[in-house]
């Protein structure tokens, strides 16, 4: 909003320098221009009151190369009898209250050592100039002469303080307009921070009501809606948390039932089934905790973290390596990141011959990546896998005793450190996992 501000402003004062100097663009236009019958007046009103002896020096002093005047005997403009020059003098007469007979105005060439052109630089303007050259009847004797010569780009001294005060007001108004506009800024960038916090952490911070009307409304409908999305997570998952509690009895009642089934065909197949029903209460509780972000973050090593998930998983017979730095302090949810990195170490055992979790760091954020040489994912179904309860084949999934639920968990940690999870077939074969967490 400053910067659209600030540009406006800009804009509109080259805009508002062009149409003052596109104002200028003829000798008619520039001699009757109201910075040019200032001028002569107030050399007019000065040399009247000025001694004849210091009346050089006063010349000396207003001259320069656009602005050169003389005071002669006789004037140095004849009676022209061009239409501009009659438009000009008829003009200055009536606008400087001077009889007729007391301007005269005539079209010349302009050379170099007229007027004060000496003091301009050899490539200022090219002589000869075709110019006018108006002379003034001075009450004291004599005549003031001044030139007006094709100048519509140069900036002279009424441009700049025209360029000046209409600066200053645009700088006024301008910092009025910016102030404002930060005020209103405000009221946003606490809803835009709210709302990324409750993104990364389920934190439910009330905003302040500020700012206009409508903004209001929408910070009123933001923090009713951070709150019942909270409370809705809440009581869904407490709800899940007793149901998966309170089938843990009855399942194990089951099972102790079964146990005592006389026929072993129908035995092995209770026990199956009542197995499935405990991972899958099991899993759908972790995915719960995964989505969970109550956890605090903690500053832990990230590199030990992954050798003592991989040594882990090595002592139950399954394979895993580590390679990265020794060591990587980093914030994160420990639990629910040793979480999310056993499912990816236990899919890449399941669906391949092992898992390589690797750590690096990338743009501030730290990748933790787990990769298999296993057939990999159907690029068509990669971003389909990490959806809750996404199989790609019921079959393999059954076969494996998985319900879709693993790279769903692992996606649900990410997001709650505030990153992503990244899906991408390797090759020849395999799948790479990269989970970005970044810093903040």
Known sequence: MTAVVVASFVVLLAILTALEMADQDDLVSWAGHASTVHRLWQARQALEHLPPERREAFLAATSFCHEGYTVTSEPAATQGTEREAVQVRTELAARLRLPEG???????????????????????MRFPLSGLVISIRLASGGWLNAEIHPHEWHLHSELVAWLMRSGAAFLVVGLAAVWFAHRLGRP?????????????????RTVPRSGPEDLRRAIDAFNAMQQRIADDMTRRTQTLAAIGHDLRSPLTALRIQAELVEDPVLRAELIRSIDKMTRMAASALAYLQGESREEPRRRVDLAALARSECADHVAMGQVASYDGPASLPWPVRPDALARALRNLIDNANKYASGACVTLAIEGGDALLRVSDTGPGVPGEDLPRVVEPFARLSAAREAAHGGFGLGLAIVRAVAEGHGGHLELANRSPSGLLVTMRLPLR
């Open 102 to 124: 007391g301007v005269q105005v005539d079209r010349v060439m302009l050379q170099r050592e007229d007027f004060a052109y000496a003091r301009c630089r050899p490539d200022e």
């Open 188 to 204: 946003l960038a606490r809803l835009t921070e709210a709302a990324q916090q409750f993104d990364a952490g389920r934190v439910v």
